[in-house]
């Protein structure tokens, strides 16, 4: 499973996953965070969306890692 498609560096690739994880994370603290929602329902629907996007982020950024030292 690869989440970014363009062949690149190991180490640019690792950078672009942590910078999306990141951008993932601030998403889910900010609708967390939200106080007195008119819909709380599709907020924790677009929660519960993200965290399987920071799932599957997780797991491919996990694959590149284990190729660190390999040829």
């Known amino acids: 499973m690869k989440f970014f498609a363009k062949q690149v560096g190991l180490k640019s690739d690792i950078e672009r996953h942590r910078k999306k994880e990141q951008e ?36 491919s950024k996990l694959k590149l890692v284990n190729k660190i030292g390999r040829k």
């Open 24 to 59: 993932i994370r601030e998403a889910i603290a900010k609708l967390s965070n939200k106080q007195n929602s008119d819909d709380e329902f599709m907020d924790d629907v677009f929660i519960n969306a993200y965290e399987h996007s920071l799932d599957i982020l997780l797991q």
